[in-house]
């Protein structure tokens, strides 16, 4: 697809990406059966290649209208489009760079505004989610009973390992997670002490970026991913081998520093350097020899929610399954692996509706061949938003090895 952008987008840093994207489409449409909007709204707007018009239409200088940036703020940003696409379009990035340029073209009304401002302030705060969580555990019988299920009760986390190996790898405690999930990173920290590897914490790290960048707050994900790697770059002069966040969702974006941070001349060549040590936490063990863990599933039954940021942006979409498949817990059969929970990162607080409808058809898929006694999934986003649907528990699956330790 040939496009010329608007002169006022020439010198813009992303105008080369942008146009060598929307040239390598072909319009084939294969992506379209894959897309979680398209398969519900069966509007081809609401499907990777009518956004892909939409967007090139936008940078050539059309009006953006409310109805276009509808049809943007309903993507999921799931990357589903892109595990499909004979071409190798990399829709992820044209999505985020259409998004922060409909946020300066067609400014949001205040009520808007506020809203998206209110949740990057409160998911990408821990201290305030933590907050807002125990008062929310405070009042739960109170609540309707789909948040009651997302807000949970307290669990206890148990102690991290004292760091002790010489091989050290470093964990992000991030945002949301810190907040809602606790035990997760210690759970992996006590999987990866048997391994024989220390997991680090830098305390100066958090938010990995992504919830800002992807929501057209770009600046504002670019200076935590900078903070991130400041945080990060004496332990990596120091020796650690690794970045191992534990949600899915923040490895990808970290996976993506050096491209999103590639026209920063002062982060430029360690922002590259950190992509190139981050690592998915399945990736890690699948390396590892697993019999070191002593673990034995016994058969039990689990389901797998692979998020994704592991299957589509990672790359990863059968690590999770074929590690606890190897440690002895039986893989409930899930139809329909590719599509989205409808977590989407905040989606489902900004597109509840098509929240709901992705997760209903998920938790059908994961529970309607087996009754699994648990759902495991990789990143926090999904396991909350799957959680707040279904009474089966929704955990992280490291926590899932931690608790099965001899
Ligand atoms: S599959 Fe790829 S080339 Fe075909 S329409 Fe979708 S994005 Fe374009
Ligand atoms: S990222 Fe996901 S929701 Fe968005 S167009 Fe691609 S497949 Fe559809």
Not at 219 to 227: F, T
Request: net charge positive.
């Amino acid at each position: 697809m040939q496009s010329e952008l608007a002169p006022r987008f020439h010198n813009q840093p992303w105008a080369a990406d942008a146009k060598a994207i929307i040239g390598a489409c072909v319009h084939c449409g294969f992506c379209t059966a894959t897309c979680p909007t398209y398969t519900e709204l069966r509007d081809e707007r609401d499907g990777p290649r009518g956004r892909i018009y939409l967007i090139k239409a936008m940078l050539e200088g059309a009006p953006i209208t409310g109805r276009t940036r509808s049809h943007l703020d309903r993507c999921l940003a799931c990357r589903s489009c892109e595990t499909t696409c004979p071409s190798g379009v990399r829709y992820g990035r044209l999505i985020d760079i259409a998004r922060a340029v409909a946020e300066v073209e067609l400014p949001r009304s205040r009520q808007d505004r506020f809203r998206r401002w209110l949740v990057r302030k409160v998911l990408g705060d821990s201290g305030r989610l933590a907050s807002l969580l125990g008062l929310g555990r405070m009042v739960r019988p109170l609540l309707p009973s789909s948040l009651a299920r997302m807000v949970g009760r307290a669990r206890p986390t148990g102690t991290a390992p004292e760091r002790h190996h010489p091989r050290v790898m470093l964990a992000l405690a991030g945002c949301v997670q810190k907040a809602a999930a606790p035990a997760t990173n210690i759970a992996a920290a006590r999987v990866l002490d048997r391994l024989g590897i220390s997991m680090v914490t830098a305390p100066a790290a958090g938010c990995c970026g992504a919830l800002g960048y992807h929501m057209g707050a770009a600046a504002e994900g670019l200076d935590q991913a900078r903070r991130n790697i400041d945080a990060w770059w004496p332990l990596i002069e120091a020796g650690a081998e690794a970045i191992v966040p534990t949600a899915s969702g923040c490895g990808s974006f970290i996976h993506d520093y050096g491209d999103i941070l590639a026209d920063d001349p002062a982060y430029a060549a360690k922002a590259r350097r950190i992509s190139a040590l981050a690592r998915d936490l399945g990736e890690i063990l699948l390396a590892e020899d697993l019999s070191r863990l002593g673990i034995d599933g016994n058969g039990r039954q689990v389901a797998v929610h692979v998020p994704c940021s592991q299957q589509h942006a990672l790359k990863l979409p059968d690590a999770v399954e074929t590690i606890v498949g190897r440690l002895g817990f039986a893989v409930a059969p899930a139809a329909e692996k590719h599509l989205c929970c409808g977590s989407g990162g905040a989606n489902s607080l900004l597109e509840p509706e098509m929240g709901r409808r992705l997760r209903r058809r998920k938790l059908a898929a994961l529970t309607g061949m087996a009754a699994p006694e648990v759902i495991v999934t990789a990143n926090i986003g999904c396991q909350l938003h799957l959680q707040g649907g279904t009474d089966t528990p929704v955990r992280h699956w490291i926590e899932l090895l931690d608790e099965a330790r001899p």
